[in-house]
């Protein structure tokens, strides 16, 4: 069974900094892409980052470009989150979502773990 | 940046009615189109790819369609599981939601 199980989350003042993890099973985290989705409380839902295989690779949504950094341990069955300069609208639930194998086959955002709680405030 | 457009933004049903959610893209995505179910408290699911490839385990009664800039996820009879929001998303360069459509009973 696919598992993606987050952790990390917690209450942060503005400015601060988060490492959010992800810890998979049930299937081989090397062989996928592997990306972070947000939803504020209430809201939609808001793709944040994804990062290829062998972390070669790695995009962003502009609101979180050059505050934000995604990465992997494949070795670990992890993902990560680095989260710094953390802002009031950063306020959301994480999940870890797994992706495809090969761009554009298959469903881009395939497999969801149940999320972790951001929330900044003061 | 190209912007999409969930209608309705809610959507009241009855079961066995036929369901239609439309999504609009500012600029011609091809069909580079996924749509999601979420229902409260609970992860989002895959339901469809590539505009109208079913997921893998998806009832039947969910199609997809469209191309361009305009898409559409259909339930052709709905059922009382299907009560939930749903969730267009493109992923043709960087990747974005449309804003949700919530699917209620009337």
């Known amino acids: 069974e696919v598992q993606l199980v987050e952790s990390g989350g917690g209450l942060v003042q503005p400015g601060g900094s988060l490492r959010l993890s992800c810890t998979v099973s049930g299937f081989t985290l090397s062989t996928y892409w592997m990306n972070w989705v947000r939803q504020a409380p209430g809201k939609g839902l808001e793709w944040v980052a994804n990062?290829?295989?062998?972390?070669?690779?790695?995009y962003y949504v502009d609101s979180v470009r050059g505050r934000f950094t995604i990465s992997r341990d494949n070795a670990k069955d992890s993902l990560f989150l680095q989260m710094n300069g953390l802002r009031a609208d950063d306020t959301a639930l994480y999940y870890c979502?797994?992706?495809?194998?090969?761009?554009?086959?298959?469903?881009?955002?395939?497999?969801w773990g149940q999320g972790t709680l951001v929330t900044v405030s003061s | 940046d190209i912007q999409m457009t969930q209608s309705p933004s809610t959507l009241s049903a009855s079961v066995g009615d036929r369901v239609t959610i439309t999504c609009r893209a500012s600029q011609s995505i091809s069909t580079w189109l996924a749509w999601y179910q979420q229902k409260p408290g609970k992860a989002p699911k895959i339901l469809i790819y590539k505009a109208s490839s079913l997921e893998t385990g998806v009832p039947s009664r969910f199609s997809g369609g469209g191309s361009g800039t305009e898409f559409t996820l259909t339930i052709s009879s709905l059922q009382p599981d299907d009560f939930a929001t749903y969730y267009c998303?493109?992923?043709?360069?960087?990747?974005?939601f449309g804003q949700g459509t919530k699917v209620e009973i009337k």
């Open positions: 998303q493109r992923y043709n360069d960087l990747w974005s």
């Open positions: 979502v797994r992706g495809w194998i090969t761009p554009s086959i298959g469903p881009p955002l395939h497999s």
């Open positions: 990062i290829k295989q062998d972390g070669s690779e790695k």
